[in-house]
Structure formats: structure tokens, C-alpha cells
């Protein structure tokens, strides 16, 4: 008896199958001899689960039991009102940092190496020194912040 026939004649002994259907295992039930001794371990297993299993009561009564189940699912009738954003200072700490590093980053590669100092702050490196090859003169420099300006005056009469 394969395991389908095994199922059917177990549904049929729980009272689960259809007038037409339940006709059908019964007449299948009276000619095989297989089936019958199945349907009488089913029986014998039946009757022995009825007697051992232990009954347990609730100390509440069932009205109460099942309305203290309801209480706790959550009930769905109007939609929970949702709280705009709120962007916090860590938010903007997580984003103004990195992105500020990254544009100081990128301006420092990008600014070629002879501009790293704007024009107007270069007198604070300190007076330049002027060589000449030309041997017994003198130089003055000047140097206006306020105009950007420098003058470098060679003197060229020790020469004679």
C-alpha cells in the first residue's frame, strides 16, 4: 500500500473526506485486507492517545483569555502621524567635516606650487638678497604693502 492510500484511509477514519470519496475508501476498506489491518492500528492508536493525554485548564475563562490576546496585537486604524527630520548637529558634523577636508584637499593639489603664498603677504619671508656679477655696486630695495609694489635700485657708480 503506497503512501497516498495510507493518507486517504487515515482521512477517512478522521471523517475528512467527501460522501463520494468516503463511499470509495469504504468499499476500498471491506476487499484489502492491508487496509483493514491499517484502519485497526489507527483505531488501537486512536483510542490510546485519548486516554493518556493530560487536560489542562485555564484558571481564566475563555472570553477573558482571548480578549487579553486581542489587547496585545496592535491595531491598525489610523496611521501613525510621522515626525519630520530632524538634522542634528552630529548630522551636520558627519557631512561639513569630511566634505570641508575634502575641499582643502583639493585646493591644496590643484593650487600650483609658486602660488601657495597670495602676493600681498611675501614681504613677511624677510628681505631678498640681489646678486650681481657686477663687482663694486650697490642695491636698495623697496618694498609698499599697501601697493604691492617693489623697487630695487642698483647703483651702478662705483664702477668708474
Known amino acids: ?3 497516498e492510500a495510507q493518507l486517504k484511509l487515515q482521512a477517512f477514519m478522521d471523517g475528512e473526506l467527501s460522501s463520494p470519496e468516503g463511499r470509495e475508501v469504504a468499499e476500498w476498506l471491506a476487499q484489502t485486507p ?3 489491518a491499517l484502519a485497526a492500528e489507527l483505531n488501537l492508536t486512536r483510542t490510546f492517545l485519548a486516554g493518556q493525554e493530560l487536560e489542562r485548564r485555564v484558571p481564566e475563562t475563555r472570553e477573558f483569555y482571548w480578549s487579553q ?3 496585545r496585537l496592535p491595531t491598525v486604524d489610523s496611521p501613525a502621524e510621522v515626525a ?3 538634522i542634528s548637529l552630529g548630522w551636520w558634523l558627519r557631512w561639513v567635516i569630511p566634505v570641508g577636508a575634502a575641499t582643502l584637499l583639493t585646493f591644496w593639489l590643484v593650487t600650483p606650487p609658486g602660488m601657495d603664498r597670495p602676493s600681498n603677504l611675501a614681504f613677511l619671508e624677510g628681505p631678498e638678497e ?3 656679477s657686477v663687482p663694486n655696486t650697490s642695491t636698495v630695495s623697496f618694498h609698499a604693502a599697501s601697493e604691492g609694489v617693489t623697487v630695487v635700485w642698483i647703483d651702478l657708480s662705483g664702477l668708474n
Request: charged share 25%; aromatic share 6%; proline share 13%.
Open 1 to 3: 500500500m503506497n503512501l
Open 34 to 36: 492491508d487496509a483493514q
Open 69 to 71: 490576546i486581542e489587547r
Open 84 to 86: 519630520p527630520p530632524f
Open 130 to 132: 640681489i646678486d650681481t
